[in-house]
């Protein structure tokens, strides 16, 4: 059975990267070598994985993954340390109520 990875990868100025990949070893390799000129990544190596999830089905990894990269840095940090209490929270919208 086929095992897929949704990643992420703190980066150097202190934001994150999402991904969706079948090699994860393989591609964290691609990101901190510099491999595509292009990537978000490629100007803020170093790279380190922090959160990693498997899937075996690739349709639903492929939708965490776009859901994570719509998160807020504070819920991805909350998912990084696991702390999952504390996502239902991080996703309601703050209202000023004064």
């Not at 991904?19 to 380190?48: A, M």
């Not at 939708?63 to 990269?69: A, C, G, N, T, V």
């Amino acid at each position: 059975m086929k095992i897929y990875y949704v990643y992420i990868l703190k980066c150097s100025d202190e934001t994150y990267y999402t991904g969706f990949t079948s090699k994860l070893e393989g591609r964290f390799i691609e990101h901190q070598s510099g491999k595509h000129k292009d990537s978000y990544t490629y100007s803020r190596r170093p790279l380190s994985l922090v959160f990693y999830a498997e899937f075996t089905d690739p349709n639903i990894a492929i939708e965490h993954e776009k859901q994570i990269k719509k998160w807020s840095k504070a819920k991805k940090e909350a998912l990084i340390r696991n702390e999952f209490d504390k996502l239902p929270n991080l996703a309601k919208k703050k209202f000023n109520t004064e």
